[in-house]
């Protein structure tokens, strides 16, 4: 716990920078709440005006922001951190700094991921040592290191910029003075929706994330309810609903009871590591395997695949699934290997994934005390639920076609939106009433979980059980809390641990313990236990183990202020001189080792753009350094597929990846940060 | 100890017309949730009342909706508490370990049949047990407050509580089958 630290933000200093003085009641009519949905694969913002929510473009005229991240190292002179379709688009270029479906990773521990760790492109870094350093951090090639709420509070910014950007005509007389842009109306509050299933841990990293990016969570909203909203089931109907959502990354089902104007979750479940991920890398495996390179050594993050080709693999098998929504068949292409899909391939790659969410349906039935028939219809969510074959699935599953009026990817910020905008004052008579997605607990003896507030508790929620010593004259009282749906402490989510101390000295079984479990409408949880003799008492807000503490929010916030100043250009010089070194040497031994893929001109061309590099690198312009380098990349583009294909060649030819990576990876071009990253 | 019968607006007893429970509950719900004040110019202390009241509401509805919570409940107004460590009729716990050995031979024989059959024979023997819970609860409602034949009423209802509770244990064990699988 952080003793203070809530005092530093509630009082409003920190996030109030850029406007200071305005967060209070008089310019609540300046502000502007949006609703955004933070998705594994994209992410949305969407806005209520005039009564109706609509989803914003980017400048390029899409609603889906890719939820890619890419960092330039530290000092390269560039914006550093760019976000969406161009991160996705150079993603194969620089896969080591480039982030893809980070929330995945949102309030996981290190541990938790031994599963993914080795398919990712990614370096993860290991838990450090520092306390409250337990969650899993992306290493770039610079050596920074960051967590997953930082990367997706750059995708909130992102979504931010897009949202003032497509307002700031027309809006000008509702806008906020100081130095914003005057055009822009101040959108500092939001609506994020998190999957039904996410548990405490993850959506205070989504929480955390949100304040990161300067923004007031109005409220964490389930994404499977958000859909709801948007569909308008509020009109007067009554009904209840199945809500069938397979994201980039996850998968929810949740049943809603539609009456009397309340909106109410029954009964919600999932699976938060489950969605088109999965099937792209399912694809993707197949096309590695069929050009002979199989992964050496499954979930070792030490030895993933050579980045840059597995990145073009999951780009592949992605895009093949997409070509599969309108045709029948298709191809998937790796440099010279290419094999044939068809649907029916695609059903039978998706079928164990299917199958799982078949089990969360009927489980969430059963907690509903419902049949499938007796549902007035089943609406579908995630992009996933756009392909035939997801389709197909899911009314078999309920025996009756899914509503798809709304495009499924649109309908959760839709629905967002409108609760973003009930919340900031522009009224709504619908009231959400929301589940607590798994059951919350605390250790008792020998590690059995006593229970006390169930999965499916409508929030806010309270729970107050007592418990009493088990030994003589004990004088503390070890508080464990943990959520999942597991009898002993081992299956489940350790959320937080405490300690009540100054126990009255008694015989066994006469201090009694009150423990009080509180959930709040967001579906965060407090936990606080006294000693009913006594009066001790003491407390904890669960989110130290995973989310952030007030401290480190600040510190990021300040970091990110300080950063921009001083030591940059020096560091920049220093990171640029290093980063063009390791291309000369490079590119100088890939050309000795494969002179003959290389014609004559471009072997000069090459080596004129070493000549410069290696000029400029002894000067002091960092961003001279840095053109040069980029020279030096676009020369010996031809080469480096050269080698790329031969490489598959290789590989077809029966040798492993890993043997490859080193033919792949020192090479010129595109692989340069791979290159970077090896000779560390 | 709230009494949540009055918290929400319904007689003090344990046959609850569940429509007027769903329509008081919605009415609270809305009248006391904090999203109602969202957006208003409340204070942080309003709030948090607010909130407090909704937990309180959904606490009681919880408590209310499903028979054999409503019971303890009910019992807890009465100042009885079972504890688990309650003294079990033999007989009862003889029962309860024949029906638990049959679902673990079914579980190990992979019988999802057998598994299904005893799922529904469980439900329907919880119903029955429910039926009888509500006789016993008429009985004790139409004595008087100081009748003395009262305890022993009371008693009867205390014992088919926990009957009722350890075949709701029973009737939870078929969910971990979807549980495990699930997890899989």
């Known amino acids: 716990m952080t ?36 998705g594994t694969t994209n992410s949305l913002v969407a806005i209520v005006e005039d009564g109706a929510p609509r989803v914003l473009r980017g400048a390029d005229g899409s609603v889906l922001l890719p939820s890619v991240v890419a960092y330039t190292p530290t000092g390269s002179g560039e914006a550093r951190v760019v976000v969406g379709e161009e991160a996705r688009r150079t993603a194969a270029e620089r896969p080591r700094d480039t982030i893809a479906s980070v929330k995945r990773f949102m309030g996981r521990a290190a541990g938790d991921l031994a599963g993914v760790a080795g398919m990712v492109p990614y370096e993860l870094a290991g838990p450090g040592d520092g306390d409250g350093d337990r969650m899993v951090k992306v290493r770039l090639t610079d050596g920074r290191e960051v967590t997953p709420v930082e990367v997706s509070a750059e995708i909130l910014r992102a979504l931010v910029a897009r949202a003032s950007a497509a307002l700031g005509d027309g809006t000008a007389e509702e806008a906020s003075s100081g130095d914003l842009d005057p055009d822009a109306p101040l959108i500092d509050a939001a609506v994020i929706t998190v999957p039904a299933y996410f548990d405490d841990g993850q959506r205070q990293a989504t929480r955390d994330a949100g304040r990161l990016a300067g923004l007031e969570v109005l409220r964490l909203l389930a994404e499977p309810t958000a859909a709801a909203l948007a569909y308008g089931l509020d009109q007067g109907s009554r009904g209840r609903y199945a809500v069938y959502d397979l994201g980039g990354g996850t998968f929810d089902i949740s049943i809603l009871d539609l009456h009397q104007g309340v909106f109410k ?240 000295a008694v015989p066994a079984g006469l201090a009694r313990v009150e423990i009080r479990f509180e959930v709040d409408a967001d579906g965060l949880t407090r936990v606080s236990a006294h000693e009913l003799m006594t009066g001790v008492e003491a407390a904890v807000e669960v989110k130290p183990t995973y989310g952030l503490t007030d401290e480190e929010v600040e510190r990021m916030l300040l970091d990110s202020f300080e950063n921009a100043e001083a030591d940059l250009a020096r560091r920049s010089l220093l990171t640029e001189r290093v980063e063009a070194e390791r291309l000369v040497a490079a590119t100088r031994a890939a050309l000795e080792q494969d002179a003959a893929l290389c014609d004559e001109p471009t072997r000069a061309a090459i080596a004129a753009a070493m000549v410069e590099v290696e000029r400029v690198a002894a000067g002091t312009d960092h961003a001279a350094i840095r053109r040069a380098s980029e020279a030096l990349d676009r020369a010996s583009h031809e080469f480096a597929e050269a080698r790329m294909n031969r490489a598959v060649r290789a590989a077809v030819r029966g040798r492993r990846v890993d043997d490859l990576a080193g033919d792949l990876a020192p090479g010129a071009g595109t692989s340069r940060e791979t290159a970077g990253q090896r000779s560390r | 100890m709230s009494d949540y019968f009055e918290l929400l607006g319904l007689p003090r007893r344990f046959a609850v017309d569940l429509g007027e429970l769903e329509r008081n509950y919605l009415g609270r719900s809305r009248a006391v949730h904090p999203d109602r004040l969202a957006g208003a110019e409340r204070s942080a202390e309003e709030r948090s009342d607010a909130a407090g009241q909704a937990m309180e509401v959904n606490q009681a509805y919880r408590a209310l909706r499903r028979e054999l919570p409503r019971a303890e409940h009910l019992l807890s107004l009465e100042g009885v508490t079972i504890g688990d460590n309650q003294p079990v009729a033999p007989a009862l716990l003889a029962e309860m370990l024949e029906l638990r050995e049959a679902l673990e031979e079914a579980r190990a024989a992979g019988d999802r049949g057998r598994l299904d059959q005893l799922e529904r024979d469980a439900r329907a023997g919880e119903r029955a047990e429910l039926a009888e819970l509500g006789a016993r609860f008429s009985a004790l409602e139409a004595m008087a407050a100081g009748a003395p034949e009262r305890a022993a009423a009371l008693a009867a209802v205390v014992d088919q509580v926990i009957r009722l509770r350890y075949l709701a244990r029973y009737r939870d064990a078929f969910a971990e089958d979807d549980d495990v699988e699930g997890a899989a």
């Open chain 1, 3 to 38: 003793p203070g630290g809530d005092d530093v933000f509630v009082g409003g200093g920190l996030f109030q920078i850029g406007e200071p003085g305005q967060s209070t009641a008089p310019h609540r009519c300046g502000r502007r709440a949006v609703g955004i949905d933070l």
């Open chain 1, 265 to 504: 979750v029954v009964a919600t479940g999932g699976d938060t590591a489950l969605g088109g991920d999965d099937i792209d890398r399912a694809l993707a495996s197949r096309l590695l395997a069929a050009a002979g390179a199989d992964r050496s050594r499954p979930g070792d993050p030490a030895s993933p695949h050579d980045p840059a080709l597995l990145r073009r693999a999951l780009d592949e098998a992605r895009a093949a699934k997409h070509r599969l929504s309108d045709a029948e068949s298709t191809t998937m292409r790796l440099g010279e290997v290419s094999i044939p899909l068809g649907r029916a391939d695609l059903a039978e790659a998706m079928r164990p994934w299917l199958d799982k969410t078949s089990r969360a349906v009927r489980r969430a039935l059963r907690d509903a005390e419902l049949a499938a028939d007796e549902l007035d219809g089943v609406i579908l969510v995630g992009g996933s639920t756009k392909s035939p074959v997801v389709r197909d699935f899911v009314a078999e599953l309920f025996g009756r076609e899914p509503l798809s009026q709304l495009d499924p990817e649109e309908v959760v910020a839709l629905g967002a939106a409108a609760q973003a905008h009930a919340l900031s004052g522009g009224g709504g008579d619908v009231v959400l009433l929301d589940v607590i997605p798994l059951s919350l607990g605390i250790e008792t003896m020998g590690g059995v979980v006593e229970k006390l507030v169930p999965r499916n508790s409508t929030i806010p929620a309270r729970a107050v059980q007592t418990f009493t010593t088990y030994a003589d004259n004990q004088t503390g009282f070890d508080i464990h809390v943990v959520q999942g749906e597991r009898e002993t402490v081992d299956g489940n989510r350790s959320l937080a641990r405490f300690q009540l101390k100054g126990l009255p």
